[in-house]
């Protein structure tokens, strides 16, 4: 690298730092302003939704949700070999950053709903047990996301994402629940599904150029590893996040029960079908990180409505095909003829599934509880939910391309980390961007390498 390159990439870090920090800041404080300004003290009718005595059972849900969000997904990511601290850091840091704005945009939207119903002036709110699990769903929408772009896109960046995305995650969920009254307790139309159509239009709309190489977008031994601690944590709290919402003890039953059915049904089938379906009849840990959680997505709008344990053993299995058919097929062939980039394969874990889910409960709505108008009504949420998180997560991701200076290295944490003397070094042929007679690991600046925000 020549001294004038050398200077000119330390110029440009010192402004992505400023960026960074004038962003991030600024959003803070601005949350701070609108905590200040609709919220008020905490009051004994502050958690009047949920029953009484009962705030332990509703902690339980909530803080299994909280591991899933801050702890499982982030784990899920650190397949990524040289992108560890990224994966866990972003998801803490982005993850907090979402629940924040989302508890004030969900609880607004509430708010507003409530004084609309009983015609009264509008007042400060309260917060309870119900918002902080909405906030930790808005939160899941995000990190569903974030899993496209993981790797490629910079803290600001992700910073810029999540800022629509919640704010269209909140107005979606108003137009499902409260106009639609749509069932979806879990979330496989109002979570998954937009946080996965959301995020796979993003990062196709980031994405610049002809197809591209990410030599690190990859695993090691011992990152997958970590990663399927993270599989674990989802899959052993998902019927938290499945059941949390229910508002009667049968519905919260059934939902607990179906998914942990759906949960058994994909995990064997997500073996057999890797088996089955990879070039060398073997189990790849991809299948087995992945479509093991597929079956739990795909439940997620019925599974309070689901009243057979073979209907959710059934779904699960099935699921876990299609999950892995996406890995295996599907994903390969959409990166190589549309340059859609899927650094987690959300479209097999969360879009596919998640859309699956939807017509599942569309067709128990319509024939198990024979009600026309209602699955015409989950119709509708499917698809104005598709609709929304597609034009948005497009806009979104326009603007980061045209407006958002790009990462220097992809897929590296010593892009925006301090790392350890330990970080391995880049492989020898990872740029194939390199002029030649430049060192191997050599960054050079060129096509597809911007500096980071």
Same mark, same amino acid.
């Given at each position: 690298?020549?001294?004038k390159?050398?200077?000119?990439?330390?110029?440009?870090?010192?402004?992505?730092?400023?960026?960074?920090?004038?962003?991030?800041?600024?959003?803070?404080?601005?949350?701070?302003?609108?905590?200040?300004?609709?919220?008020t003290?905490?009051?004994?009718?502050?958690?009047?939704h949920?029953?009484?005595?009962?705030?332990?059972?509703?902690y339980?849900?909530?803080?299994?949700?909280?591991?899933?969000?801050?702890?499982?997904?982030?784990?899920?990511?650190?397949?990524?070999?040289r992108?560890?601290?990224?994966?866990?850091?972003?998801?803490?840091?982005?993850?907090a950053?979402?629940?924040?704005?989302?508890?004030?945009?969900?609880?607004?939207?509430?708010?507003?709903?409530?004084?609309?119903?009983?015609?009264?002036?509008?007042?400060?709110?309260?917060?309870?047990?119900?918002?902080?699990?909405?906030?930790?769903?808005?939160?899941?929408?995000?990190?569903?996301?974030?899993?496209?772009?993981?790797?490629?896109?910079?803290?600001?960046?992700?910073?810029?994402?999540?800022?629509?995305?919640?704010?269209?995650?909140?107005?979606?969920?108003?137009?499902?629940?409260?106009?639609?009254?749509?069932y979806?307790?879990?979330?496989?139309?109002?979570?998954?599904?937009?946080?996965a159509?959301?995020?796979?239009?993003?990062?196709?709309?980031?994405?610049?150029?002809?197809?591209?190489?990410?030599?690190n977008?990859g695993?090691?031994?011992?990152?997958?590893?970590?990663?399927?601690?993270?599989?674990?944590?989802?899959?052993?709290?998902?019927?938290?996040?499945?059941?949390?919402?229910?508002?009667?003890?049968l519905?919260?039953y059934r939902a607990?029960?179906?998914?942990?059915?759906?949960?058994l049904?994909?995990?064997?089938?997500?073996?057999?079908?890797?088996?089955?379906?990879r070039?060398?009849?073997?189990?790849?840990?991809v299948?087995?990180?992945?479509?093991?959680?597929?079956g739990?997505?795909?439940?997620?709008s019925?599974?309070?409505?689901?009243?057979?344990?073979?209907?959710?053993?059934?779904?699960?299995?099935?699921?876990?095909?299609?999950?892995?058919?996406?890995?295996?097929?599907?994903?390969?062939?959409?990166?190589r003829?549309?340059?859609?980039y899927?650094?987690?394969?959300?479209?097999?874990?969360?879009?596919?599934?998640?859309?699956?889910?939807?017509?599942i409960?569309? %067709?128990v709505?319509?024939?198990t509880?024979?009600? @026309?108008?209602? !699955? *015409?009504?989950?119709?509708? +949420?499917?698809?104005v939910? &598709?609709g929304?998180?597609?034009?948005s997560?497009?806009?979104?991701?326009?603007?980061?391309?045209?407006?958002?200076?790009?990462?220097?290295?992809?897929?590296d944490?010593?892009?925006?980390?301090?790392?350890?003397?330990?970080?391995?070094?880049?492989? %020898?042929?990872a740029?194939?961007?390199?002029?030649? @007679?430049?060192? !191997? *690991?050599?960054?050079?600046? +060129?096509e597809?390498t911007? &500096?980071?925000?």
């Open positions: 690298v020549t001294p390159m050398a200077e000119h990439c330390a110029e440009e870090k010192k402004k992505s730092n400023t960026r960074f920090l004038f962003l991030f800041g600024g959003a803070q404080l601005i949350l701070l302003v609108l905590y200040a300004v609709f919220f003290d905490y009051e004994l009718d502050s958690g009047s949920v029953p009484s005595n009962d705030y332990a059972t509703y339980q849900f909530f803080s299994g949700i909280h591991i899933m969000i801050f702890l499982g997904f982030g784990y899920l990511m650190t397949f990524l070999r992108s560890g601290y990224s994966a866990l850091g972003y998801c803490f840091l982005v993850s950053f979402a629940f924040e704005f989302c508890l004030w945009c969900f609880t607004l939207m509430e708010h507003i709903y409530e004084m609309y119903e009983s015609g009264e002036e509008f007042k400060k709110m309260h917060i309870n047990f119900f918002n902080l699990i909405n906030a930790d769903f808005g939160a899941a929408a995000v990190m569903i996301t974030m899993g496209a772009m993981v790797g490629r896109v910079s803290a600001s960046q992700l910073l810029i994402i999540t800022v629509p995305e919640i704010a269209l995650y909140t107005i979606n969920a108003w137009i499902c629940f409260y106009l639609f009254g749509i979806d307790i879990g979330g496989s139309i109002t979570i998954h599904s937009f946080g159509v959301f995020g796979l239009f993003c990062s196709r709309c980031v994405h610049k150029g002809k197809a591209k190489e990410y030599p977008n695993n090691v031994y011992h990152s997958d590893l970590f990663a399927m601690l993270g599989t674990l944590l989802l899959w052993i709290y998902w019927p938290s996040f499945n059941s949390a919402p229910a508002t009667s003890e519905g919260q607990i029960v179906n998914t942990v059915l759906a949960l049904g994909c995990t064997t089938g997500a073996f057999y079908f890797s088996r089955l379906l070039p060398e009849h073997k189990f790849d840990m299948d087995i990180q992945n479509a093991t959680l597929a739990a997505v795909a439940m997620g019925s599974a309070d409505l689901i009243k057979n344990p073979f209907v959710s053993l059934i779904i699960g299995v099935g699921t876990s095909l299609v999950s892995v058919f996406g890995y295996t097929q599907l994903q390969p062939l959409l990166q003829k549309i340059h859609l899927d650094t987690c394969g959300i479209l097999n874990l969360h879009c596919m599934p998640g859309i699956l889910g939807g017509l409960s569309i %067709a709505v319509g024939f509880m024979q009600d @026309g108008e209602a !699955a *015409g009504l989950q119709t509708a +949420g499917l698809f939910t &598709i929304i998180a597609a034009a997560g497009a806009l979104t991701g326009l603007f980061i391309r045209f407006v958002t200076p790009y990462l220097h290295i992809e897929y944490d010593s892009e925006e980390w301090e790392v350890p003397s330990d970080f391995p070094s880049l492989k %020898a042929d740029p194939e961007e390199a002029e030649a @007679g430049t060192p !191997a *690991g050599t960054p050079v600046l +060129g597809h911007p &500096i980071t925000v």
